[in-house]
């Protein structure tokens, strides 16, 4: 077992990410050496996660008193029934606050664990197993908990922290290759947002990440978490700098609402489109250099990242886009708050444009 760590400190909760391979036997010795204990556990699975490390995950807790409820991860089940089912095993069960909750799955999974958890007797102890690249590299970090509802994504949550989170890399050998990809594009994003160093070991090792090879998978899911954590720890609640977390995800949310959030197009690889719109339309208003422009469009490119937004829409699309786009969270006003970019490392917080300032843009990037 190999294993590194990092420590975050935010204000409400401090925590460590241990990121490794082969950590299944280990995962309660871990736990401990993490001062966390408990009566009892409840384990909220994932039915995708591999059996194989499961099974592992569970023999490692061997006496300690263990339940287990396996979830079928999509964002349909991603709602409140499903977080209510958790609340009631944990109720029949009599938990307590100083019992525990582990969430072994992909960012989904984790964000109903994480919504149950902050709601049971008002918080107890809540550790995330991440399994997709996704969630190791973005949404076990940070204590974003949450579900969707018949009004948008993600619009009922809370802030909880976890008290630990577990990445093991093993995992990842069963995704999907659309998943990894996925991922990719939230590492990308944390490399253009914060460090041109990270961006450019990005660059010369894509294709050894994309095959999850070691130790450059690890080191990618670390450089990202770093940088993560120290926005998180800086603005715990996204009043402020945690917004540069939001880079393409403006187009992105906004692509996915426009088609339903259809399966043609998953969140990850909105993420990596709204990605290359932010980058085009920060060229456009001359914010970006068209050098640095290219460098980041060949890297996606040569990645084999999606890049073909007409793919997926119409023309006509274009008004549904925008209007998704002025309903943003971000949003203050009438206007449409975009994180854009100056050069790789350096984004813009806070630039506003009217819809009409983007209709001729968005019309444009439907046609690429
Ligand atoms: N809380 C946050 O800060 C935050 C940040 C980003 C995204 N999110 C949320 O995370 C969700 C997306 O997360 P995701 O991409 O991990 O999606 P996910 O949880 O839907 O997982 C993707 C797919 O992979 C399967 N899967 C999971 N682990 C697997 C494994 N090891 N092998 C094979 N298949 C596996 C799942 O069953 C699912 O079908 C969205 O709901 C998004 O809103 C939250």
């Known amino acids: 077992m190999k294993s590194t760590k990092l420590k975050i400190n935010t204000k409400t909760k401090k925590y460590s990410i241990i990121i490794g391979s082969n950590l299944g036997l280990n995962i309660l010795k871990i736990i401990l050496e993490n001062s966390i204990n408990f009566k009892q556990c409840l384990l909220i699975i994932d039915k995708n996660a591999s059996k194989k490390i499961v099974s592992k995950i569970k023999k490692s807790f061997n006496k300690k008193k263990l339940f287990v409820h396996y979830f079928n991860a999509n964002e349909i089940n991603k709602n409140l029934n499903s977080v209510n089912s958790i609340l009631d095993i944990l109720l029949r069960k009599n938990f307590s606050r100083e ?20 709601l049971f007797k008002r918080g107890l102890k809540f550790i995330n197993i991440p399994t997709t ?34 990445s093991d890399t093993q ?76 880079f393409g995800h ?33 060229l456009r208003n001359s914010l970006l250099k068209k050098n640095d422009y290219n460098i980041i469009m060949s ?38 708050n975009l994180i854009l970019l100056k050069k790789i490392g350096s984004p813009i917080t806070n630039r506003e444009y009217t819809k009409k300032n983007l209709e001729a843009f968005i019309k444009n990037e439907l046609r690429n």
């Not at 990894?180 to 990440?209: Q, T, V």
């Not at 899911?221 to 402020?240: A, F, H, L, P, T």
Request: proline share 2%.
């Open 299 to 336: 890297h996606i490119l040569k990645a084999n990242l999606p890049s073909k937004i007409k793919r997926f829409f119409k023309t006509k699309d274009s008004s549904k886009i925008l209007s998704f786009m002025l309903k943003d969270k971000k949003n203050y006003s009438n206007k449409i």
């Open 99 to 118: 019992d525990c909750v582990i969430s072994i799955g992909g960012g989904i999974t984790g964000d109903i664990t994480g919504f149950a958890a902050s």
């Open 250 to 282: 403006t187009f992105a949310h906004a692509y996915e609402a426009t088609l339903n959030y259809s399966k043609k197009l998953n969140h990850g690889e909105a993420v990596i489109l709204g990605i290359q719109s932010a980058l085009r339309f920060s």
């Open 133 to 166: 690249l996704l969630s190791q590299v973005d949404s076990s970090i940070g204590g974003k908990t949450g579900v969707n509802t018949k009004f948008g994504k993600n619009l009922i949550g809370s802030f909880y922290q976890p008290d630990l989170v577990i």
């Open 171 to 246: 995992f990842l050998k069963t995704l999907p290759k659309k998943e990894i990809i996925c991922g990719y594009g939230e590492i990308l994003k944390h490399s253009l947002i914060a460090n041109k160093n990270f961006y450019n070991f990005l660059n010369k090792n894509i294709d050894k990440i994309l095959n999850l090879s070691s130790p450059y998978i690890e080191k990618a899911i670390y450089e990202s978490c770093k940088i993560k954590k120290k926005v998180v720890e800086q603005d715990e609640n996204e009043k402020g700098l945690r917004k540069i977390l939001n």
